[in-house]
T-cell receptor, first 111, second 116 residues
Framework: LAKTTQPISMDSYEGQEVNITCSHN???????ITWYQQFPSQGPRFIIQ???TKVTNEVASLFIPADRKSSTLSLPRVSLSDTAVYYC????????????FGTGTRLKVLA | GAGVSQSPSNKVTEKGKDVELRCDPI?????LYWYRQRLGQGLEFLIY????????KSGLPSDRFSAERTGESVSTLTIQRTQQEDSAVYLC??????????????FGPGTRLLVL
């Protein structure tokens, strides 16, 4: 099974860059890596997705090394409103459809 | 446009009763997923539907759980003879394509189920 491993929690201060790394040793060839953000009492929300190298959008960057066995979500200059749980998501192997969420990283941004 | 909607938003029931949870996916999305999230924990995959194909039910925790979907529209998740351990938030998501690995799932707000 394509499981993921993330740090359980992280603390940061406003204005800092936060990097959250996800390990996915069994990622399949055709799997993409997707990160979601979840606030309390809400469903997860898509942040960014990538297959290899680097992807950047208006809210985050995603770094994926050549072996694709890990990925790092980078949040530039976090604010208090970035306090949330961040999930790393990969498929469960080629030709299947079970998407396994990681344990999630609880990010707390401090003033 | 409308996102994924779920109803009811909250449900309190007594142990042993049956409950039915509803999910309205984004129009045109062929794939639909159900997840369970217990308090303070991550998401647990339950079941997914892709178009008119037979659903993958292997994530359902017991035979008390069942789900249906008519075509590419509404889905219902039914829990029979509810138990206290069924208390959780049940999240539904939909996506455009399944099987390529690059689908983005759009989640609903969830149904908070409390079994007394």
């Amino acid at each position: 099974l394509a499981k993921t491993t993330q740090p359980i929690s992280m603390d940061s201060y406003e204005g800092q860059e936060v990097n959250i790394t996800c390990s996915h040793n069994n990622i399949a060839t055709n799997d993409y890596i997707t990160w979601y953000q979840q606030f309390p009492s809400q469903g997860p929300r898509f942040i960014i997705q990538g297959y290899k190298t680097k992807v950047t959008n208006e809210v985050a960057s995603l770094f994926i090394p050549a072996d694709r066995k890990s990925s790092t979500l980078s949040l530039p200059r976090v604010s208090l409103s970035d306090t949330a749980v961040y999930y790393c998501l990969v498929g469960d192997g080629p030709g299947t459809y079970k998407y396994i969420f990681g344990t999630g990283t609880r990010l707390k941004v401090l003033a | 446009g409308a996102g994924v909607s779920q109803s009811p938003s909250n449900k309190v029931t007594e142990k042993g009763k049956d409950v039915e949870l509803r999910c309205d996916p984004i129009s045109g999305h062929t794939a639909l997923y159900w997840y369970r999230q217990r308090l303070g924990q991550g998401l647990e995959f339950l079941i997914y539907f892709q178009g008119n194909s037979a659903p993958d039910k292997s994530g359902l925790p017991s035979d008390r759980f069942s789900a249906e979907r008519t075509g590419e529209s509404v889905s219902t998740l039914t829990i029979q003879r509810t138990q206290q351990e069924d208390s959780a938030v049940y999240l539904c998501a939909s996506s455009l394509v399944v099987g390529t690995g690059e689908e983005t799932q759009y989640f609903g707000p969830g149904t908070r189920l409390l079994v007394l």
